[in-house]
């Protein structure tokens, strides 16, 4: 059984076999919970631009047929350190990049890749100028038979196209849901 720190300790070319080998999702494991994120694969310079950690939550929503999630922003205390999300002016989770758990069957992934299932970012109600929009990200459970740790792989959706881009991620599971963010665009 890998563990995140196996995950962090990897290189890229370890990463893409990892996901290559990867299981599909039990999506009513995941409904209702939610994640820590960590970047894999970022120099550490775009670490500190942007973050290292981060949350991915998975709802099922009563009004839509599919699982749903979105992404908040979370103070940079390290993959270890005590997890503390951000917070807008109001007191609410600051989110992002909200997603929709897709069969991956019908597309033609990167690298001969075929996974069970991706995060549609660009139908999910993100607003027009949202570069999120362009997410395709396959996402499989590392370990057969658990839902505990998951693998990412950023992947755009150019023009029809399917582009990798040199990222990946990993989430761990944190526990239930705390709190159910509506997409900009409900």
Same mark, same amino acid.
């Given at each position: 059984?890998?563990?995140? +720190? ?6 890229? /070319? +370890? ?44 709802? /099922?929503?009563?009004?839509?047929? +599919? ?61 027009? /100028? ?23 792989? +950023? ?17 761990? /599971? ?13």
């Amino acid at each position: 059984m890998l563990k995140l +720190e196996d995950l962090l300790a990897m290189d890229r /070319r +370890e990463l893409a076999g990892v996901m290559r080998r990867g299981h599909a999702l039990e999506l009513d494991v995941l409904a209702e919970s939610q994640y820590l994120g960590a970047d894999l694969s970022l120099p550490p310079l775009m670490n500190r631009l942007l973050w290292k950690t981060f949350r991915k939550t998975f709802h /099922r929503d009563a009004s839509m047929a +599919e699982l749903r999630g979105w992404n908040v922003r979370m103070q940079q205390t390290g993959v270890r350190g005590p997890v503390r999300p951000m917070l807008d002016r109001r007191g609410h989770l600051r989110s992002f990049g909200h997603y929709v758990v897709r069969d991956a069957s019908s597309l033609r992934w990167p690298d001969g890749l075929r996974p069970a299932h991706y995060l549609d970012y660009g139908h999910a109600g993100n607003l027009r /100028r949202d570069p999120a929009r362009l997410g395709a990200t396959p996402l499989v459970a590392v370990n057969a038979g658990s839902m505990d740790l998951l693998l990412g792989w +950023e992947v755009l959706r150019v023009a029809g196209r399917l582009l990798p881009l040199p990222d990946y991620w990993a989430l761990e /599971r944190q526990g239930p849901l705390e709190e159910i963010i509506v997409p900009p665009r409900s």
